[in-house]
């Protein structure tokens, strides 16, 4: 900041367009659509100024249509890899240097651009990629995803502006220099805005990226890729490469130069990188940051009080929006027995009104697919078990078909065991279950809910009595990192609700925070004297 204390244009979260019959958005979103889905593309990776081909190729599909074909994309070799790394180290002192500024713009660039002329373009590829309704593309792919860059340079800002106190004849100063080494990002098939914001996040402080992708949303992370490009982002910076997670990643953590992990993924993935780490601390020139949001066993809690449609709401969207793959959507539920049976039949009814599970181009689906087989058929296992337990029962939905799309139908199930293996173990899918509790065993619910699972991202608690809901805050305050009152435990927005949680589902660094950028500086105190002293005495001497 050598010539002004810049002011950035202030952060304000992105509109969300309807997509309602008739809008030019929905025009367009289906324009792209089509010609995204007509056409086929060769995705390369992407080495400093290079885009590599190897021949290796894999081909995407859509999950929602998986025998046809949108594309290919090649894969890596430890070589490849080593190059990638290389190259961000090459660019690192260039990046670094760069007046803050002009980081900023880039990303500010880049949100504008996702505001307009690729928003069509990403949502359509997330549409494709992950089979996302056009609601969920805009708030993931468009609106959050634009929301990071704004907000994280605006968080950026007040982290250079705090400063230490000063004192008579002394100046202080902090100095937030990017990690010494390079970052390796790690991202979901989920969320495009996670996607592009683990790697985006870093790069913003000043620090040189090498990105894998999850293979799942390579065909919208090439729109990422296209954007960071004319947004202006130099060569080098962000390096992304596909292929063999273990070869990958031994071959990046196995670097002297390996300064930080941004992961989001599975809980048991990131435990084995955090060992492997461990494993290597000797041959780090720096301790690694490792900042990881990981899974979820997500908890809805109605109070006899609650308002029944309310509650059916919240598990109806907090549980099937998006086929229930996000690490925050419902996938355990209690209800009292006073007003279950009420719930459960509001349930049913939004249940029945939704159209088969189908592609996201038709937009009257509520539902589509799940992102591959593998989700198809631990999903189905889960279902065929709780058909065939006596301690469990299938209230609603419960049938499944893979022969064109990986379509999971919504699936409720109810069970009179409060740790039913469906109420402890992340199942990623379209799958609730609902345990009913004694009216009067409120507050031992409480305590259940606490100990049945490992993880702690969200949950939520509904009721009409204000003494309740302190009490659950109070009670459920390390279940849960980001807590609901009154509310779905999903829907976090950046700038309102910074995500993320402890236990079993990460390092709680809250993604959208300030929080989150700190973990990507190695801060600098500069003490500068102006009267230097020339005698080493001190008066108590005399």
């Given amino acids: 900041m050598g010539k002004g204390f810049f002011q950035v244009p202030t952060a304000y ?12 958005e929905r025009e367009a979103v289906l324009k792209q659509y089509k010609a995204y889905f007509n056409d086929t593309v ?39 890899v080593t190059e990638a790394i290389d190259n961000a180290l090459e660019s690192r002192e260039k990046w670094a240097n760069l007046a803050w500024e002009q980081r900023a713009a880039i990303f500010l660039k880049a949100a504008d651009l996702i505001a307009g002329p690729y928003r069509a373009k990403i949502n359509a590829a997330t549409m494709i990629a992950q089979s996302k309704t056009i609601h969920q593309a805009e708030i993931d792919a468009a609106c959050e995803f634009i929301d990071f860059l704004r907000f994280n340079v605006e ?17 202080n100063r902090v100095e937030y220099r990017p990690l010494e ?36 949303q390579i065909f919208s992370a090439k729109v990422i890729v296209d954007i960071f490009k004319e947004a202006g982002l130099p060569d080098g910076v962000i390096n992304v490469v596909y292929g063999d997670p273990v070869m990958i990643t031994k071959t990046v953590i196995d670097r002297p130069e390996f300064a930080g992990i941004h992961y989001t993924g599975s809980t048991f993935v990131f435990k084995e990188l955090w060992k492997q780490i461990g494993n290597n601390i000797h041959i780090y020139n720096t301790y690694p940051r490792i900042v990881g949001e990981t899974g979820g066993k997500d908890f809805i809690l109605a109070h006899p009080t609650a308002n029944t449609k309310q509650v059916a709401t919240a598990i109806v969207r907090g549980a099937f929006e998006f086929q229930g793959q996000k690490c925050s959507a419902a996938s355990r539920v209690y209800l009292p027995k006073s007003t279950a049976q009420e719930i459960l039949e509001h349930v049913k009814a939004d249940l029945a009104s939704f159209n088969k599970p189908g592609s996201p181009e038709d937009m009257s689906n509520f539902i589509t697919a799940v992102i591959h087989e593998a989700s198809f058929d631990k999903l189905a296992k889960y279902i065929d078990q709780a058909k065939a337990d006596t301690n469990a029962t299938i209230f609603a ?17 109810v069970t009179t065991d409060p740790k039913y293996t469906t109420m402890e173990t ?16 409120w507050s031992n ?54 995500f993320g949680g402890a236990r079993a589902s990460g390092t709680n660094d809250k993604a ?20 230097t002293p020339v005698d080493y005495r001190y008066p108590f001497l005399g």
């Fill in 155 to 171: 968080y950026m800002t007040q982290i250079y502006a705090e400063q230490p106190e000063s004192a008579e004849g002394i100046w």
């Fill in 445 to 498: 619910t409480l305590t259940l809910i606490d100990q049945t699972s490992e993880y702690a991202l969200t949950g939520a608690v509904i009721s009409g009595d204000r003494y309740t809901i302190e009490e659950a805050t109070k009670a459920l305050q390390n279940c849960a990192g980001n807590f609901y009152i009154n509310d779905k435990p999903t829907g976090a927005v950046v700038g309102q609700q910074p």
């Fill in 426 to 441: 992340e199942l990623f899918g379209p799958v609730v279950t609902v345990y009913i509790y004694e009216d009067a065993e």
């Fill in 181 to 216: 080494g390079f970052v390796y990002a790690i991202t979901p098939f989920n969320f495009t805005a996670i996607a592009g914001n683990l790697p985006a996040s870093a790069a913003m402080m000043g620090n040189v990226v090498v990105w894998k992708p999850s293979d799942h």
């Fill in 397 to 413: 939905g419960g049938n499944y078909d893979k022969s064109r799309g990986y379509f999971i139908e919504p699936t409720v199930i």
């Fill in 512 to 531: 959208g925070s300030a929080q989150n950028l700190l973990r990507w500086v190695s801060p600098r105190l500069i003490k500068e004297t102006f009267v």
């Fill in 13 to 24: 979260n992105e509109p969300i367009k309807s997509f309602a019959p008739g809008t030019p």
């Fill in 42 to 80: 060769d995705v390369p990776m992407y080495i400093g100024s290079k885009e590599v081909k190897t021949g290796n190729t894999k081909p995407m599909s859509p999950p929602h249509d998986h025998k046809h074909i949108v594309g290919q994309y090649h894969l890596a070799d430890k070589e490849h």
